[in-house]
């Protein structure tokens, strides 16, 4: 079976990669390179240089016939997107919506769509939210991936053709990027490997549902062999806040250092917890990686790696 993975030069997509050549599946990989790293790509694996958004990424299909595509590439700063909400549209909603219509003229059977259940919600009104909670993006980025959950809706009830949207939680480990929503855990661990104290924002009383990429890697090889088709959230469960977070990896560094504080961000979600009981009825994965193995596995690859 072949699979289009997008984004796969970036840290979730080349995480995946990873894992289908692993299972045995054949893997292309699109991706312009304007945050991934070629050094990301899988060896095994056939790289086409090209944006989701230009039309002529059709000649890829035509040529390589993918069976699923998995869709990671994507703007995937939240505060870029509220800063320039326009080019995170053409960018997440046409280069998404590009890549649907493409695939539906070319056969493809399943699409298995990176969202973000920590943003289509909106500041939640019941904890954990389940799949059926109110949808309130509160920026532009959310809305986006809202958007392509809807297009994907519609193409598989016109044409039939399948998806699962990924509602992801904030997603960490090994390769990710200071700028996504788990940020914040590249972050400190720079600063602390280069012997700063990280500054934590606010009262650092802010949560998310921090899931480890390898249970990511996980649940898209269950999404490749599934028949459902919709959204789901893909989280722990459990709320973790950044003080927390900076208590963890201050003892995998096994540094000495005083939690200090800075404003708080301007219109931050305050928290943010995922239901992943539907993953784990229609998709029977759940998370295996605790958030203190985590981010001592994120740790160690970043002293290792930087
Ligand atoms: N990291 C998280 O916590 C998180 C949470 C929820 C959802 N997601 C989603 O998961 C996906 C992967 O995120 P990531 O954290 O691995 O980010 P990433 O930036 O590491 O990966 C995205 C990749 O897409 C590529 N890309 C960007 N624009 C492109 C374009 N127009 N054409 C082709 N390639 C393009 C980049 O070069 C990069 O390699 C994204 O869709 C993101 O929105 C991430």
Redo the contacts with the bound molecule.
């Keep these: 079976m072949k699979i289009l993975v997008?984004?796969?030069?970036?840290?979730?997509?080349s995480n995946v990669a990873d894992g289908l050549i692993a299972e045995g599946y054949e893997v292309v990989i699109?991706?312009?390179?304007?945050?991934?790293r070629k050094e990301n790509i899988p060896g095994k694996t056939k790289f086409y240089k090209?944006?989701?958004?230009d039309r002529k990424l059709e000649d890829v299909f035509k040529s390589e016939k993918p069976d699923i595509v998995i869709?990671?590439?994507?703007?995937?700063s939240v505060r870029v997107s509220v800063e320039e909400p326009l080019t995170d549209a053409d960018?997440n909603i046409m280069?998404g919506l590009n890549l649907i219509d493409i695939s539906k003229r070319y056969g493809v059977k399943k699409i298995i769509f990176?969202?973000?259940?920590?943003t289509v919600y909106g500041e939640q009104k019941i904890f954990p939210a389940d799949e059926s909670h109110p949808l309130g993006p509160i920026s532009p980025y959310g809305v986006a991936?809202l958007a392509t959950e809807h297009y994907l809706y519609y193409f598989s009830k016109a044409y039939g053709l399948d998806y699962i949207a990924l509602r992801?939680?904030?997603?960490?480990g090994p390769r990710?990027?200071p700028h996504?929503?788990?940020g914040v855990v590249a972050i400190f661990c720079k600063k602390m490997l280069g012997g700063e104290v990280p500054l934590i924002n606010g009262d650092g009383l802010q949560t998310r549902d921090y899931t480890y990429v390898g249970d990511v890697v996980r649940v898209n090889i269950a999404a490749i062999k599934s028949d459902f088709v919709g959204p789901i959230n893909i989280g722990t469960g459990v709320e973790t806040d950044v003080v927390t977070l900076f208590n963890v990896l201050k003892s995998a560094s096994g540094k000495d250092m005083e939690e200090i504080h800075g404003p708080a961000k301007a219109g931050e979600q305050r928290r943010s917890v995922l239901d992943n009981n539907l993953a784990k009825e229609v998709l029977g994965w759940e998370p295996e990686i605790s958030i203190e193995e985590g981010l001592n596995l994120t740790y160690k690859w970043f002293e290792e790696n930087n």
């Design positions: 997008t984004g796969g030069a970036g840290f979730i997509g699109v991706d312009d390179l304007s945050n991934g090209a944006d989701v958004r869709h990671n590439a994507a703007q995937l960018i280069g990176a969202s973000s259940g920590g991936k992801y939680g904030n997603i960490y990710q990027d996504g929503e788990a």
